[in-house]
Nanobody
């Protein structure tokens, strides 16, 4: 059974930082691409960043230079370092494990950025 558990969300002031973590179990973590998505109220879920099994990364234009994704295959964990946060970053952040056409989702963690 695939399980993805996010943590690290919370309330932060604009300009602040947070680090999200997503611990995975039930999958061969090292072969999965891992991603972070966000869903703001009333909006569709959208991709912030993805890291492949080989460590290649990509980012949405809106977060380039502010968010950094990384993974630790020993700890079976993917991270999202979020710097220079803005009120518009307020959303529920979801971890995703991707293999072929299969997407596995975590339960999400709330990030709220106050102005």
């Amino acid at each position: 059974q695939v399980q993805l558990v996010e943590s690290g969300g919370g309330l932060v002031q604009a300009g602040g930082s947070l680090r999200l973590s997503c611990a995975a179990s039930g999958i061969i973590f090292s072969i999965y691409a891992m991603g972070w998505y966000r869903q703001a109220p009333g909006k569709q879920r959208e991709l912030d960043s993805m890291i492949t099994s080989g460590g290649n990364t990509n980012y949405a234009d809106s977060v380039k230079g502010r968010l950094t994704i990384s993974r630790d295959n020993v700890k079976r964990t993917v991270y999202l370092q979020m710097n220079s946060l803005k009120p518009e970053d307020t959303a529920v952040y979801y971890c995703c494990a991707v293999w072929s056409t299969t997407f596995n989702w975590g339960q999400g963690t709330q990030v709220t950025v106050s102005s």
